[in-house]
Each structure stands twice: as structure tokens, then as C-alpha cells.
């Protein structure tokens, strides 16, 4: 069966500190990976997509940078963290584009 | 512009009393419409995937459904444990991202 691994569950970061968030894929191989944000109370939103090693979309502008660099690893990057970063972040994948979506249990950021 | 709006943004019900919630689109091609079932601090746990109108899904308590325009998640007899936030998305044909309502945080009194 397929899980999906997102770590760390929660951190506590200064301003203007660097950020690493990690997530891996185990049993399927060559899924699409995907990193939302969503902010309290509201949807999601998403900030990264990838279909492949070294392949990354960005669908919003912001702080945050992606990279894959291997086939289910996918990390979310940041050199320097603003408050307005804080939020709870979600890591995905799917099979292909009509598939579903499965969620890490994500990782609550707090930028202070 | 992809749009989904989820409707009520939240609903209490006492256990047994089914209902219905609601989600709205607007989306150029439909490739997906799915459902979430979310607990609080938790990611979003898969429910259903619709592809056409017409077509029913069921998973114990939960059914739901589509239309061209919105999509029903039907809970019948609802348990406490039915206590969490829906998530309703859609995908459209020409992209790989979902767009996502805003959720209906259902609540369950016993």
C-alpha cells in the first residue's frame, strides 16, 4: 500500500530563519507531488506541483521555493521566513491527473 | 477562473438527524470533483471521486453526488465520530492542480 510521510507535525521558526519541509512517497512509483497551504479557516490553496525529478510549477508567487530531487521525495524550501509564511502545510500525491489526491497529516508552521 | 463555494460554512446537527452539504462549481472542463473529510490538525483524508453528472457514490453513512453546476455529500443518521470539516475540490482538464472550497465544518451532538 501506498503512505506518504510529511515531517516535522509542527516548528517554530524566527523571522527571517531558513525552512526545510520534507515529504516522501513510499509504494508507488512516478506519482504527482503536490504542497498546499492552508491558512486557518479556510481552503487550500496550492503552492507547488511536480510530474517528475527536477520538474516544479509554481502556481502563486511567494517566499517559498520547491525542489524534487528524487522520484518521491519533495521538499519545500524557504532561505528566508516572513510571518506571513505561517500556516499549516499539506505535501500530496496522486497517481496522474484524474486520480485523487492523498494527504501527509502536515506540518504546522509558526514564523514568530 | 476555477470556483468552489461550500455551503453551509457550518452545520450542527443532532445525532440521527441527516442533511446535506452543498458545493457549488464553476470549472472549464470537469476532469474530478472529490471529497475530503479533514479533522482538526490533521490533512485531509479521501472520500469520494465523481466524474459525471449522474453519478452516486456511497460510503457507509455518506453519499454523494453530482450535478453539472454543485455536488451533495448526503449523511444519513450521523454519528458524533461524523464530526469534522468537508472538503469539496475539483480538477479541471487542462491542469494538474485541484481548486478547493473553503469546507463545511460539520458538528454532531449526541
Known amino acids: 500500500s501506498q503512505t506518504i510521510h510529511q515531517w516535522p507535525a509542527t516548528l517554530v521558526q524566527p523571522v527571517g530563519s531558513p525552512l526545510s519541509l520534507e515529504c516522501t512517497v513510499e509504494g508507488t512509483s512516478n506519482p504527482n507531488l503536490y504542497w498546499y497551504r492552508q491558512a486557518a479557516g479556510r481552503g487550500l490553496q496550492l503552492l507547488f506541483y511536480s510530474v517528475g525529478i527536477g520538474q516544479i510549477s509554481s502556481e502563486v508567487p511567494q517566499n517559498l521555493s520547491a525542489s524534487r530531487p528524487q522520484d518521491r521525495q519533495f521538499i519545500l524550501s524557504s532561505k528566508k521566513l516572513l510571518l506571513s509564511d505561517s500556516g499549516f502545510y499539506l505535501c500530496a500525491w496522486s497517481r496522474g491527473r484524474r486520480a485523487e489526491a492523498f494527504f501527509g497529516q502536515g506540518t504546522r508552521l509558526t514564523v514568530v | 477562473e476555477d470556483q468552489v463555494t461550500q455551503s453551509p460554512e457550518a452545520l450542527r446537527l443532532q445525532e440521527g438527524e441527516s442533511s446535506s452539504l452543498n458545493c457549488s462549481y464553476t470549472?472549464?472542463?470537469?476532469?474530478?470533483l472529490f471529497w475530503y473529510r479533514q479533522d482538526p490538525g490533521k490533512g485531509p483524508e479521501f472520500l469520494f471521486t465523481l466524474y459525471s453528472a449522474g453519478e452516486e457514490k456511497e460510503k457507509e453513512r455518506l453519499k454523494a453526488t453530482l450535478t453539472k453546476k454543485e455536488s451533495f455529500l448526503h449523511i444519513t443518521a450521523p454519528k458524533p465520530e461524523d464530526s469534522a470539516t468537508y472538503l469539496c475540490a475539483v480538477g479541471h482538464n487542462a491542469g494538474n492542480m485541484l481548486t478547493f472550497g473553503g469546507g463545511t465544518r460539520l458538528m454532531v451532538k449526541p
Open positions: 470549472v472549464s472542463g470537469l476532469r474530478g
